[in-house]
């Protein structure tokens, strides 16, 4: 069994091609990443280890709480972790979560991204998008201020 996946995947960086692949998300819809960056003008892509646990939560209601000043900033926001369709929909339901949550099962959204997956949980990153190239990046992202540090990109520009 493998407890560590290091990904193959080059370090993405400020400026980087953003990844264009698709997904599931929370309903079983299939979503086109590279799609959102022709119709969107900024996709938010943050990773979490588990739906429904405390950091999880806190940083998904950060987000939550924060939705319509995102929007107000034209951010498409997606969550993503390794959970299933049905405990990511279960998640979404529990906390009112109005945006997607991709069911990244096998993986390939964390590889393309190049997020480490250690004992099936994905690290905690987040990836602002803008014309199809990442704009802003934490590695180290935060559960209680999410939100606020995209936010805090954003007016700083």
């Known amino acids: 069994m493998r407890w560590f996946t290091q990904?193959?995947?080059?370090?993405?960086?400020?400026?980087?091609?953003?990844?264009?692949?698709?997904?599931?998300?929370?309903?079983?819809?299939?979503?086109?990443?590279?799609?959102?960056?022709?119709?969107?003008?900024?996709?938010?892509?943050?990773?979490?280890?588990?739906?429904?646990?405390?950091?999880?939560?806190?940083?998904?209601?950060?987000?939550?709480?924060?939705?319509?000043?995102l929007q107000e900033e034209d951010v498409t926001i997606l969550g993503v972790s390794t959970d299933s369709i049905k405990t990511q929909k279960e998640f979404q339901r529990k906390y009112r979560l109005p945006f997607r949550l991709i069911a990244d099962k096998g993986g390939e959204w964390a590889k393309a991204f190049g997020v480490p997956v250690r004992l099936g949980f994905t690290s905690r990153q987040a990836f602002l998008i803008e014309e199809g190239k990442i704009a802003w990046l934490d590695r180290k992202a935060s559960t209680q201020e999410q939100a606020r540090d995209v936010l805090r990109f954003l007016g700083d520009r």
Do not use: H, M
């Open 7 to 69: 990904n193959k995947t080059p370090e993405l960086q400020v400026g980087s091609p953003a990844p264009r692949l698709p997904g599931i998300d929370q309903d079983g819809a299939t979503i086109e990443l590279g799609a959102l960056y022709e119709t969107d003008k900024r996709v938010l892509v943050y990773f979490y280890p588990k739906a429904d646990t405390p950091g999880c939560t806190a940083q998904a209601c950060s987000i939550r709480d924060e939705y319509a000043v």
